[in-house]
């Protein structure tokens, strides 16, 4: 089965400008989450999405924000880039039911100039 | 304080020998789930295995085994017969709480593998 697609996979932005990322999850998975990756900063949750509602969020800004349509597929804003932003972006779906293993996808890797 | 804790930045093995990644983690939540995962230098993360912490048997996926001493709340990685595709990041992750919809992992630092010939 297709696993999780996550597009584009590299972006170049400048600072200021805002960034749309896309997640589609495995077919049947219900739960989407985010989490931004850094040298510094490590593997940091952002949020999660069930059913088009967000369950979960973490501590970042309100500058990122985030959506999930009827289909399941996700997408995550970033508004007003700075360049800590710059990070790789990762989704991972789920069934969303509180056990078992999340499947990742390859990842967003967002630089912001 | 840190939830999951990584002590090996970085690690050198020998090809086909076993090697042990060390994963500590701190929760007052009797019900949590704790993870491995692989990161190559691509970015994508793949799972490894998983241990609840109601499980009463380790673990194993293959070449994967998790050692889970829940007294002393460690969850070792153990890669039997490591092989040069074995060389990447490892990353150990906890999920708390029994609740339907918390899903949020929290993890470690990572420890990067490198198999030498």
């Known amino acids: 089965k297709a696993g999780v697609t996550q597009t584009p996979r590299y972006l170049i932005k400048t600072r200021g400008q805002q960034v749309t990322l896309s997640c589609s999850p495995i077919?049947?998975?219900?739960?989407v989450s985010w989490y931004q990756q850094t040298p510094g900063q490590g593997l940091q949750f952002l949020f999660e999405?069930?059913?088009?509602?967000?369950?979960n969020k973490g501590n970042f800004p309100g500058r990122f924000s985030g959506r999930q349509f009827s289909n399941s597929r996700s997408e995550m804003n970033v508004s007003t880039l700075e360049l800590g932003d710059s990070a790789l972006y990762l989704c991972?779906?789920?069934?969303?039911?509180?056990?078992?293993?999340?499947?990742f996808g390859s990842g967003t890797r967002l630089t912001v100039v | 304080a840190q939830k999951i804790t990584q002590t090996q930045p970085g690690m050198f093995v020998q090809e086909k020998e076993a090697v042990t990644l060390d994963c500590t983690y701190d929760?007052?939540?009797?019900?949590?789930?704790l993870f491995w995962y692989k990161q190559p230098s691509s970015g994508e993360m793949i799972f490894l295995i998983y241990?609840?912490?109601?499980?009463?048997q380790n673990a194993t996926e293959g070449r994967y085994s998790l050692n889970f001493q829940k007294a002393r709340k460690s969850a070792n990685l153990v890669i039997s017969a490591s092989q040069l595709g074995d060389s990447a990041m490892y990353f150990c992750?906890?999920?708390?709480?029994?609740?339907?919809?918390?899903?949020?992992?929290?993890f470690g630092t990572g420890t990067r593998l490198t198999i030498i010939p």
């Open positions: 992750a906890m999920r708390e709480g029994s609740n339907f919809g918390n899903e949020k992992l929290t």
């Open positions: 241990q609840g912490s109601y499980d009463q």
């Open positions: 929760t007052s939540d009797p019900s949590y789930g």
């Open positions: 999405y069930f059913s088009e509602t967000q369950r």
């Open positions: 991972a779906s789920s069934l969303g039911r509180g056990r078992g293993g999340y499947t």
């Open positions: 077919s049947g998975h219900r739960s």
